[in-house]
């Protein structure tokens, strides 16, 4: 009994991420925050504010194609820095900085401008 509680308190938690509402978070920086390594944020279509993520975290937009279903992440920069493991799908992404990662990043079906590579 204790190894299945064990176990499902260690399982990916798939968090919602909405800009108007009805979701676990209105935007990505309070998500990153309160998510745990190997969380899943599932992002709506809409516009988000960059944040700095250092968990190993999956962050998945889900688009047509059409530039108003993209998720729209803006700000300063996001920043992912020294997380092992993280996946960013199906996002619109200004201004990403991959610092100092041990592990990798993998980058699915995701468009932008601004890239860049430190310390990897």
Not at 96 to 112: A, E, F, K, S, W
Request: a negative charge; glycine letters at 10%; proline letters at 4%.
């Amino acid at each position: 009994m204790l190894l299945s509680i064990t176990a499902l308190a260690l399982a990916p938690h798939i968090i919602t991420v909405d800009d108007s509402g009805g979701a676990d978070y209105f935007d990505l920086p309070q998500a990153v925050f309160f998510a745990n390594d190997g969380d899943v944020l599932q992002i709506a279509p809409g516009n988000y504010t960059a944040t700095t993520i250092t968990k190993n975290l999956t962050l998945l937009g889900n688009h047509d194609g059409a530039l108003s279903s993209w998720v729209n992440i803006s700000g300063p920069d996001l920043v992912i820095s020294a997380a092992a493991d993280v996946t960013l799908a199906g996002l619109r992404v200004e201004d990403l900085v991959l610092r100092n990662i041990p592990g990798r990043v993998r980058i699915d079906d995701c468009v932008g401008w601004d890239w860049w590579v430190e310390g990897c």
